[in-house]
């Protein structure tokens, strides 16, 4: 009864949005059965379940550069050859590397006790036998960029600023300013170290780790930094146009219930000391690279349609949601279409992204390695939000490409999915360098409820795993991916087709 309903509901918002568009879009009836069948058989499917259970198992952890991801990329040759992938390449990049060391952290004063931290993706080490200093606290981001030059000397910034649990991730952004960049602008006033509240919704003693952002002349140009940072900047880091800022001092995540700690302290009105030791930093350049199989096209083998996951994990837990799920996703739509009687119009790309975690190296490097192929890429999409159920499907398309994903999302309906946005939707965070460069891209948005619990945490494993909603993903994006490539409509709007002509 309740899929009917939705299915009722979806197919009067859709003929209302159609009725301003232009004329509704025609699916075959074939065409449209067959997409239902594929998602009827991905919802029975365990491919997926055991391709994540397989890479989380055999490989594990495999930080990106480092010789697990070599066995990963290795591991996904094997994996898409024996499920029957034509073209399967790796395709290598070098990259700067960075490695996690030792650990540890504790509050010395006013109450001596160790606490539950780790090391941000980029982090400096500390000097032999660690470093203790003085907590600033800053409740939030803003307030750090409002102390000013010097404010800091000799001491630790501290900024707490909490995610808020929501859905669609929207909390993520704005806690993880001080993720990104906390590191500049408490370095830029002097500070000795920066100790974040883990960017993630849980109340465990699980710090989250992850990258720090590198600043560009062009995104201080665009205001990403402070001004005492961008002075900073310019006095530090004089040749940071080539070689990008890195940091000078060690930057750690606490956890929840660490951070609350020092929180309460704080509204104590006590004077907090803290005593960092880490010994991460940059090791000499590595290689990383993507894995990729293709399902070729029955009539238009050129127009190529990208899906995907990243390969690689943060190297604490074992990637089951970030992104083993993706990947096992993605690979198993991608299976499901390949046992067809025959297969769909354009090609099927699947890639399994290297390096995403460190700065989507590995999306940076397919959209330059393929630049000149862009323009025959009609649609592009990675499954990169966890493995909770997929409820809505956005896109960013022609109009006439946006017509027919709104009958898309007619056949998606019943199986809990609703039409999203139908404009800059982007596709996932490898895809955003091929979007920058024109190509449309969808979005099958998962429920992201409890990804910040497990993100970029040791406890990221495939026990967290639901395999009726990673079927439910296999089966919606079995159906659009299909119906992507075998639809005859152009994703790409008129002005992107002549520039590439
Ligand atoms: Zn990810
Ligand atoms: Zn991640």
């Known amino acids: 009864m309740r899929l009917v309903t939705m299915a009722a509901i979806a197919a009067t918002g859709l003929g209302a949005a159609g009725a301003a568009a232009q004329e509704d879009f025609v699916i075959p009836d074939t065409v449209a059965a067959t997409a239902t069948q594929l998602a009827d058989t991905g919802l029975e499917s365990d491919l997926a379940w055991n391709i994540l259970e397989s890479l989380t198992t055999e490989i594990g952890p495999r930080l990106g550069g480092s010789e697990a991801e070599a066995r990963a990329r290795d591991w996904g040759v094997q994996m898409m050859n024996e499920l029957g992938f034509e073209n399967v390449r790796i395709e290598t990049f070098e990259m700067p590397y960075w490695t996690r060391g030792e650990m540890a952290a504790s509050i010395t004063s006013p109450f001596p006790q160790n606490v539950a931290a780790t090391a941000l993706g980029g982090s400096a080490s500390t000097p032999q036998g660690g470093l203790t200093g003085e907590i600033v606290f800053f409740e939030s981001f803003d307030a750090l960029l409002e102390a000013p030059a010097g404010s800091l000397d000799g001491r630790i910034a501290y900024v707490n600023d909490r995610m808020v649990r929501a859905m669609n991730g929207s909390g993520y952004g ?243 999915v609703v039409r999203g946005d139908t404009s800059g939707g982007g596709g996932g965070p490898d895809i955003i360098p091929m979007a920058m460069q024109g190509v449309p891209t969808f979005r099958l948005e998962q429920d992201g409820t409890d990804y910040f619990d497990l993100h970029h945490t040791p406890d990221d494993t495939l026990d967290k795993v639901d395999p009726a909603a990673l079927a439910q993903n296999v089966a919606v994006w079995a159906a659009t991916v299909y119906l992507a490539a075998e639809l005859e409509v152009d994703f790409r709007t008129p002005d992107e087709q002549d520039g590439h002509d």
């Open 174 to 416: 704005p806690a993880n300013r001080k993720r990104g960049l906390g590191w500049l602008e408490a370095q830029a006033r002097g500070a000795v170290g920066l100790v974040i509240r883990s960017v993630g919704t849980d109340s465990h003693r699980m710090p989250h780790t992850g990258n720090m952002s590198r600043p560009t002349p062009r995104s201080v140009e665009q205001g990403a930094v402070s001004d005492v940072a961008a002075a900073y900047l310019q006095e530090a880091y004089p040749d940071f146009a080539n070689e990008p800022a890195q940091s000078q001092i060690p930057a750690i995540a606490v956890s929840a219930p660490d951070a609350d700690q020092i929180e309460r302290i704080h509204a104590m009105g006590e004077t907090i000391q803290m005593h960092i030791h880490t010994t991460g930093g940059w090791q000499e350049d590595t290689v990383s690279g993507n894995v990729i199989g293709e399902i070729p096209g029955r009539e238009l083998p050129d127009e190529i349609i990208v899906i995907g996951g990243h390969l690689d994990s943060w190297d604490e837990g074992t990637g089951a949601v970030d992104d083993g799920a993706g990947v096992a996703i993605t690979v198993a739509a991608a299976r499901l279409i390949a046992d067809l009687p025959r297969n769909p119009r354009r090609t099927i790309r699947v890639v399994l992204f290297g390096s995403e975690e460190v700065g989507l190296l590995g999306g940076f490097d397919y959209a330059s390695r393929y630049a000149d192929s862009l323009g025959d890429h009609v649609l592009a999409s990675e499954s990169d939000f966890g493995a909770g159920r997929v409820w809505r499907f956005s896109s960013s398309v022609s109009d006439e490409g946006t017509a027919a994903m709104d009958q898309v999302g007619r056949i998606l309906a019943p199986y809990g």
